[in-house]
């Protein structure tokens, strides 16, 4: 459910980007919607990799958060390889994170 807040919001950010690119409050409505669902995320995630190897929390949680710190340095130095100056650039990285939650999201729930 979380994952797909999180790619509705990015969409969001997109149509009020394009469509109404003067509107701060719009945008910044949009972008917390965005934002309030990464916490759910990754405590969710860690819920989850507990419940695989629950002898093993201490080696899952740090699994977890230095994967996340990964993520975020190569999103991060791909995001500023694309920079042209505008907003764009960004929104397109938060799509695409949206898109991959989701999609492992849907990954995750086949039998």
Do not use: E, W
């Not at 459910?1 to 003067?22: D, W």
């Not at 994967?67 to 907003?87: E, M, N, P, R, Y």
Request: hydrophobic share 55%; glycine share 10%; aromatic share 10%.
């Amino acid at each position: 459910m979380t994952s797909a807040t999180s790619l509705s919001a990015t969409l969001m950010i997109f149509i009020v980007a394009l469509f109404f690119p003067k509107n701060v409050s719009l945008f910044i409505a949009v972008t917390m919607l965005y934002i309030s669902v990464t916490g759910a995320i990754g405590a969710n995630s860690l819920a989850c990799l507990f419940d695989l190897k629950p002898s093993r929390a201490g080696t899952m949680a740090g699994l977890l958060v230095s994967t996340q710190f990964i993520v975020g340095g190569i999103v991060s130095a791909v995001t500023s390889l694309i920079f042209d100056g505008s907003a764009s650039s960004l929104l397109v990285m938060m799509g695409i994170c949206g898109g991959l939650s989701y999609l492992f999201h849907l990954i995750s729930q086949r039998p």
